[in-house]
C-alpha cells in the first residue's frame, strides 16, 4: 500500500432553497411576500498540518462531503450557511483534479489551506420578487448544487536536504546520527522502504530538515528497484548531500556509482541534476578507504564539488559536513526570497482578464451554451413551478442569451442545451 498516494471525491454542500410565503396575521388581510432566501452550502478546504505524515486518511475515506445549507423560512427567515468541511492533509501534498491532471493547490507550508470545491448559494425567497406589478409572486429560487469533483492527493516530502546514493553506502546511519530520527538500519539493499525525515539542530535557531530518501539503482527512473516511487522526494529539496561508500566493500567502483545515481536524477527530472550538491565519502573508519580517499578527493576537486570524508559510524568529520550544508542552505534561501518578492511584485500588476457571461457553439445540431450566470440561472430554476421558469426566460433574455442565439441562425425549434437541460428555441 502506497501511502504517499490516495484519490478520492469531494462534494460541496448544496444551496438551501428560497422559501414561498406569505404574511398571514389577523389585522393585515393583504400581507405581502416574507419567503426568507435560502443558505449557503459549505466548502470543502484542505488544509496542511505538521502533525500528518501520510495520506492514510484518505486512502480509507475516499468520499468527503460538506454540510448543506438549510432552507429558507416564512417571516424574512433566511436558512442557516453549512459547515464547512476542512480536510487536513500533511504538509507537501499536491492535489491535482483527477480528469484533467490541472494542479489545484501545493500545500507546502504549514496552515496553508485550499479550497478545492464551493459550496452552492442559496436560492432567493419571494420576498425579492415583488414588484409594482407583482405583488403575489409565487416564485423562489432553488438552492445551487455544491461543486463536486474527484481529486489525486500525492504526497512529497517537505525537506531542505535530500539525502541519495546506492543502497547501503550509510544515509540511514547519517540521518541517524545527525538527528532524532530513528530510520531501520541493518546490513543489505532496500533497508529503507519509505523516506525518513530528521531535523538537524546545530544552534539555538541554526536547524534544517534532512530527507533520507530510499536507496536507487540504474534504471531507478523507469521503476526499477523502488525507482520513481521515491525519486519525486527529492523535488522540494533544495540541495543534495551525495553519500557514497568510499570503502567499495560491496563490490563496486564508488565513483561509477556517483555517476549511475546522477543519470538516474537527470533523467528522472532534469531540474533536478542542476540542485547543489555536496558529497560525503563515507565509511573512513574502515581501513580500505584510506587507499581510496586520496584519488576520490582529487576526482571532486576537479568536478568542482566539495566532498567531505566522513563516518556515520563514529561521527568524524560530519561537523564540517554539516556547517557546510548549512552555509549553502543560507545562501540558497536568499536567492529564492529574491525570487520571490520579485514575482509577489510583477503578479501585483496583473490585470484581471474579463469574460463574456456565455458562450455559445454548436455540437451535433444543438446550441450549447457555457457561462456561470446562465448555469446558475438553470439549475437555481423550480421547472415544477410555471412562474419560475417565466422567471428564468426573463433572465436569459436580459443576459443576451436569446439575441445572441438569433444571430448565430438560431431557429424555432432548435434545441438549446445548458448545463444539463435542454429546451426548445421559441421567437
Not at 443558505?39 to 495520506?55: C, M, N, R, Y
Not at 539525502?163 to 546490513?187: C, D, T
Request: glycine share 12%.
Amino acid at each position: 500500500m502506497h501511502l504517499d498516494r490516495a484519490k478520492i471525491h469531494v462534494k460541496a454542500g448544496d444551496g438551501g432553497n428560497g422559501c414561498i410565503s406569505f404574511r398571514r396575521e389577523k389585522f393585515v388581510p393583504r400581507g405581502g411576500p416574507d419567503g426568507g432566501d435560502g443558505g449557503k452550502g459549505g466548502d470543502v478546504i484542505f488544509e496542511a498540518s505538521l502533525h500528518l505524515s501520510t495520506l492514510i486518511d484518505q486512502i480509507y475515506t475516499q468520499h468527503y462531503r460538506a454540510q448543506n445549507g438549510e432552507h429558507g423560512k416564512g417571516k424574512l427567515m433566511h436558512g442557516k450557511k453549512g459547515k464547512d468541511l476542512i480536510i487536513k492533509v500533511p504538509v507537501g501534498t499536491i492535489i491535482r483534479d483527477a480528469e484533467t491532471g490541472e494542479l489545484i493547490a501545493d500545500l507546502d507550508e504549514s496552515g496553508k489551506r485550499a479550497l478545492v470545491a464551493r459550496g452552492g448559494i442559496g436560492g432567493r425567497g419571494n420576498a425579492h420578487f415583488k414588484s409594482s406589478t407583482y405583488q403575489a409572486p409565487r416564485v423562489a429560487e432553488k438552492g445551487e448544487p455544491g461543486e463536486e469533483r474527484w481529486l489525486e492527493l500525492e504526497l512529497k516530502l517537505i525537506a531542505d536536504v535530500g539525502l541519495v546514493g546506492f543502497p547501503n553506502v550509510g544515509k540511514s546511519s547519517l540521518l541517524a546520527r545527525v538527528s532524532a530520527a530513528r530510520p531501520k538500519i541493518a546490513s543489505y539493499p532496500f533497508t529503507t522502504l519509505s523516506p525518513n525525515l530528521g531535523v538537524v539542530r546545530l544552534a539555538p535557531g541554526k536547524s534544517f530538515v534532512m530527507a533520507d530518501i530510499p536507496g536507487l539503482i540504474e534504471g531507478a527512473h523507469e521503476g526499477a528497484g523502488l525507482g520513481d516511487e521515491f525519486l519525486k522526494h527529492v523535488e522540494r529539496t533544495k540541495l543534495l548531500i551525495h553519500v557514497i561508500d568510499a570503502s567499495g566493500c560491496e563490490g563496486r567502483d564508488p565513483l561509477e556509482d556517483y555517476h549511475i545515481i546522477n543519470r538516474e536524477i537527470s533523467l528522472y527530472n532534469p531540474r533536478l541534476s542542476k540542485l547543489p550538491q555536496l558529497i560525503a565519502l563515507n565509511k573512513i573508519d574502515l581501513p580500505q578507504t584510506g587507499k581510496n580517499l586520496p584519488r576520490f578527493l582529487e576526482f571532486f576537486r576537479k568536478e568542482g564539488k566539495r566532498a567531505f570524508p566522513i563516518s556515520a559510524l563514529t561521527g568524524e568529520g560530519i561537523h564540517e559536513l554539516l556547517w557546510a550544508t548549512y552555509g549553502l542552505l543560507e545562501r540558497i534561501n536568499e536567492i529564492l526570497a529574491r525570487k520571490r518578492e520579485r514575482k509577489h511584485v510583477s503578479s501585483s500588476k496583473l490585470v484581471r482578464k474579463k469574460f463574456p457571461p456565455f458562450m455559445i457553439r454548436k455540437e451535433g445540431g444543438k446550441f450549447v451554451v457555457e457561462g456561470e450566470k446562465v448555469r446558475r440561472a438553470v439549475v437555481m430554476t423550480d421547472f415544477e413551478n410555471e412562474e419560475a421558469i417565466m422567471l428564468l426566460h426573463r433572465k436569459l433574455r436580459s443576459l443576451g442569451l436569446y439575441s445572441a442565439l438569433k444571430r448565430l441562425g438560431a431557429k424555432e425549434g432548435d434545441t438549446i442545451r445548458i448545463d444539463d437541460f435542454e429546451f426548445e428555441y421559441v421567437e
